[in-house]
């Protein structure tokens, strides 16, 4: 068997307690349902450092688990200048993430960066290109993300493999 290099995705949203370990964990579950795990390296960062050691909210891990994804042993971090060297992509959740996460970008930085639903070919029939944040909705705002969610890790389960 020919050993390839693992493809490293990160995950960027604002906080990194809702969207992104959601997108990380789900894909993951994915990977590992599929005997795919060790094709991938994923991790996931917010931009702001409100969040950081703490696991993602409640109500995310909640949603995921009712679907059968752990999310409770992750703690969000914030991005830091050497993803943009060490991971091979960097999904930004929402367009305000991906306009950050391009002012950051170092010069000669070799991540690849671009929006999560552009990126998993989501956006034209959606009609929109952006996670929408659901901090501040209700449950039904938790659970319409896990459904783009859950959509978008199918596809890029077969992408990035
Ligand atoms: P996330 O959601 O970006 O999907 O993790 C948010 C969580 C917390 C905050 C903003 C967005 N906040 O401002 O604390």
Same mark, same amino acid.
């Given at each position: 068997?020919?050993?390839?290099?693992?493809?490293?995705? *990160?995950? =960027?949203?604002?906080?990194?307690?809702?969207?992104?370990?959601?997108?990380?964990?789900?894909?993951?579950?994915?990977?590992?349902?599929?005997?795919?795990?060790?094709?991938? *390296?994923?991790?996931?960062?917010?931009?702001?450092?409100?969040? =950081?050691?703490?696991?993602?909210?409640?109500?995310? =891990?909640?949603?995921?688990?009712?679907?059968?994804?752990?999310?409770?042993? #992750?703690?969000?971090?914030?991005?830091?200048?050497?993803?943009?060297?060490?991971?091979? #992509?960097? *999904?930004?959740?929402?367009?305000?993430? #991906?306009?950050?996460?391009?002012?950051?970008?170092?010069?000669?930085?070799?991540?690849?960066?671009?929006?999560? #639903?552009?990126?998993?070919?989501?956006?034209?029939?959606?009609?929109?290109?952006?996670?929408?944040?659901?901090?501040?909705?209700?449950?039904?705002?938790?659970?319409?993300?896990?459904?783009?969610?859950?959509?978008?890790?199918?596809?890029? *389960?077969?992408?990035?493999?």
């Amino acid at each position: 068997m020919i050993a390839t290099r693992p493809t490293s995705v *990160l995950f =960027v949203c604002l906080g990194n307690i809702c969207r992104s370990p959601l997108a990380e964990g789900v894909l993951r579950h994915k990977a590992e349902e599929n005997g795919l795990a060790e094709q991938f *390296l994923l991790d996931s960062a917010g931009i702001g450092a409100w969040h =950081v050691g703490n696991p993602p909210d409640r109500r995310m =891990v909640a949603t995921a688990h009712s679907h059968g994804t752990d999310l409770s042993r #992750l703690r969000a971090r914030q991005i830091g200048l050497e993803d943009y060297y060490a991971f091979d #992509l960097i *999904l930004a959740l929402d367009r305000n993430n #991906l306009a950050d996460l391009r002012k950051s970008q170092p010069r000669d930085g070799t991540a690849e960066l671009a929006l999560y #639903l552009d990126y998993c070919g989501l956006s034209q029939r959606l009609g929109f290109n952006e996670v929408p944040d659901p901090y501040y909705g209700g449950r039904d705002a938790f659970e319409d993300v896990y459904q783009m969610v859950d959509e978008a890790s199918d596809i890029l *389960l077969q992408k990035l493999r």
